[in-house]
């Protein structure tokens, strides 16, 4: 690597020839409130500041391939991401088979969810905020990766912690109308329900078959740590955006 790019490469249980990274906010060009390594090309950051953070990205990284952007609406849909694929195009999750193309996507409290096969041969990312985790994304990617739920590893990245997500009853009633378990993702608070998108994010796989020894991460707290992350929520609604890539090497 020529160039140093802000983030960490994580241990999860996935083939070691399935990557995985997460960048954090340190050791770009964009200037505040956006500093200063903003990926997201629609937050309202210099087109020319994100251009170059994205450059780093790529020759830092030496991925094999510009990483498959989204536009992401918070939504259900998932995309297959090709080293030549078309360009944001609208979906909230991407996926991968086989070496040459990079899935990612922009988080600044969401969850974002990384997705591999056992055998190493595809992998995925979802965007999962809270709507799309309720409406199904999840779902909709472990489904386009195919094979055996039960064999798929699984990431859990940078997402706001239950102490600081704080939410209304219409959050609450749209997990836990249907899914008992996610009652204890839900804890009182003053002014609402603290909201764990770890444990929804991790009772949604379990329940679709992924062993709950094959999923890691979880932990992190982008609201409480602003030396590290973006916080849409913080920063009220004024910040950069992270990404979680995820790709196959020969």
């Not at 340190?26 to 090309?41: K, M």
């Amino acid at each position: 690597m020529t160039t140093h790019v802000a983030g960490f490469e994580p241990h999860w249980t996935a083939p070691p020839q399935v990557r995985l990274f997460a960048t954090t906010r340190g050791g770009g060009h964009s200037q505040p409130p956006f500093d200063s390594f903003n990926l997201g090309s629609r937050v309202g950051d210099d087109p020319a500041a994100v251009a170059a953070n994205r450059a780093d990205l790529r020759v830092g990284l030496g991925l094999p391939a510009e990483p498959g952007w989204l536009e992401q609406v918070h939504g259900t849909r998932v995309t297959p991401v090709t080293s030549d694929g078309p360009d944001q195009p609208e979906a909230d999750a991407g996926i991968v088979a086989g070496t040459g193309a990079v899935a990612a996507v922009l988080t600044a409290d969401c969850l974002p969810i990384v997705l591999a096969r056992a055998d190493g041969t595809a992998a995925g990312v979802v965007h999962a905020g809270w709507r799309g985790l309720a409406q199904g994304v999840v779902e909709e990617a472990v489904a386009t990766l195919a094979g055996d739920p039960s064999e798929l590893h699984a990431f859990l990245g940078p997402a706001i912690g239950p102490e600081a997500y704080v939410v209304g009853d219409e959050v609450r009633d749209a997990f836990t109308s249907s899914a008992f378990e996610d009652l204890l993702a839900f804890q009182p608070g003053e002014a609402g329900w603290r909201a764990n998108l770890y444990l929804l994010g991790a009772n949604r796989l379990k329940r679709l078959g992924v062993e709950p020894e094959r999923i890691s991460g979880g932990g992190f707290c982008t609201y409480s740590d602003s030396q590290r992350f973006f916080s849409h929520r913080r920063d009220n609604g004024c910040t950069g955006r992270m990404a979680t890539l995820v790709w196959i090497e020969g």
